[in-house]
């Protein structure tokens, strides 16, 4: 089989192959398409030559030919970033200065990035369709929820969305309790990066009581938990994925933001830089060990800080020169484990649970059958089957409602190119007060971000 990376020069896109990789061996062939000959010459290039350490050498390739990279695909996995780091920067920077959330996937920032993204990715949904029209898009790129549904309903493509918050909310969970994968059963239900865990059973007996009541020593065990105020995790009776803070704690976020000194965006953007220069050099020195080694030294700096400054205010740290991190203890990037369950699914050689993004159907009753939605279904050679979800209390259900019609909104826009619609769906948005400051930062958004939202008219 072969699957194709849309993307392939990303920085999580080494993790990503190194992932596959290390498993049980699923893809003769794995092509890395990337445009951009920087990325290409450093994470593209180690990401290929991670294949030969790993046993598989010849296996990867990158290419900046698309033609190249889908024809035959059996699978594409989609992790871009229209408008780069730069981007994310000026997402972000356009609501902090207005004193409301600046994050990249939710909110304003969360808009501007979706407006850029989805006719870029439906133009390469065209491409799949014409090179490998049998081919599944696996969707990482951001926002995922809202690209998975413009693909679902205006592409010609089977695709499904993934994300490893959730599990990753489930594991963490799990290892709280001391419990086994194989132990467990939950319920989570939403929409991507804004979910929640409203059931999880060890030896088929509900421990949701257990973790409410122990939730100060759950916030002590794991920073993400610690987003969320106790009594109000109590009273919804059910956790939060950790993107639900942006929702919950506004203000909060905004005051950790002016302590750091610096959103997120900003200090990834340099991180990165530094990711790109370190490979580059690491290459011309020495070669793929030197160069993952390098790697994995800033994306561990990148891993430790996760959420830091947005939840507590604290600055992105700088590397420091010589303390490398082994690569075994560096970011695990988590979601090709995801990937790799619905391939495996797909392709009947292991059908299982995975939480994906998906066509609703009937699971959330409060949602339309199209909407797309994250919960866990069942993948197997027939294809992908939404499961039953817990019960959401009405306050969940009300944000998710209002959440998704923004969503559709935006997609609506993005496919019309309608910049008033653009801006009356940003105004849908919870963490947005209002119409005129909608408009105004759609304007702000349209001149700074240039030729990636010159569409809109």
């Not at 695909?73 to 780091?85: E, H, K, M, N």
Request: overall charge negative; aromatic content about 8%; hydrophobic content about 45%.
């Amino acid at each position: 089989m072969k699957l194709a990376v849309l993307g392939g020069g990303g920085v999580r896109v080494p993790l990503f192959v190194r992932g596959v990789l290390s498993r049980p061996p699923v893809f003769d062939e794995i092509c890395l398409f990337e445009p951009d000959a920087l990325r290409r010459e450093t994470t593209g290039r180690l990401a290929a030559e991670l294949a030969g350490p790993l046993g598989r050498p010849g296996v990867v390739r990158v290419t900046a030919d698309v033609q190249e990279a889908f024809s035959g695909a059996d699978f594409v996995f989609s992790a871009i970033r229209v408008g780069g780091d730069g981007g994310r920067v000026i997402d972000e920077d356009v609501a902090l200065r207005r004193g409301l959330v600046g994050q990249e996937t939710t909110g304003p920032g969360g808009c501007a990035m979706a407006l850029r993204t989805i006719p870029v990715v439906l133009s390469y949904c065209e491409l799949i369709a014409r090179y490998s029209p049998g081919a599944v898009l696996i969707n990482f790129t951001n926002p995922a929820g809202l690209i998975t549904q413009a693909i679902s309903q205006h592409a010609r493509v089977r695709a499904v969305g993934v994300c490893d918050t959730p599990s990753g909310t489930v594991d963490r969970l799990r290892e709280f309790l001391g419990a086994g994968r194989e132990e467990i059963a939950f319920s989570y239900s939403g929409l991507n990066h804004l979910g929640w865990v409203s059931s999880l059973t060890v030896g088929g007996e509900e421990q949701m009581g257990k973790l409410l009541a122990r939730y100060e020593e759950l916030q002590r065990f794991d920073h993400r938990f610690a987003a969320f105020d106790a009594g109000l995790v109590r009273m919804i009776r059910a956790i939060p994925t950790e993107y639900v803070y942006y929702f919950y704690e506004p203000q909060r976020y905004v005051d950790a933001i002016a302590r750091a000194g610096a959103s997120r965006g900003a200090g990834v953007r340099r991180l990165n830089a530094e990711l790109l220069g370190g490979i580059a050099k690491a290459f011309e020195a020495g070669d793929v060990h030197d160069a993952w080694s390098a790697y994995s030294a800033l994306m561990g700096i990148r891993h430790d800080s996760y959420m830091r400054g947005d939840m507590e205010g604290a600055p992105m740290p700088e590397p420091v020169a010589g303390a490398l991190r082994a690569p075994a203890t560096a970011e695990s990037s988590g979601y090709e484990a995801i990937a790799l369950q619905v391939i495996e699914g797909l392709t009947a050689r292991k059908a299982g649970k995975v939480i994906v993004n998906t066509r609703n159907g009937a699971t959330l009753s409060f949602l339309d059958p199209d909407d797309v939605v994250e919960v866990p279904a069942h993948v197997d050679g027939g294809g992908v089957a939404p499961l039953a979800a817990g019960e959401l209390p009405g306050s969940v259900q009300g944000l998710i409602t209002r959440v998704k019609e923004y969503e559709r909104q935006v997609v609506n826009a993005a496919v019309s190119g309608d910049a008033e619609l653009a801006a009356l769906a940003l105004a849908l948005h919870p963490l947005v007060p209002g119409v005129t400051v909608a408009k105004e930062m759609m304007s702000e958004y349209r001149e700074r971000h240039g030729p990636h939202l010159a569409y809109l008219r």
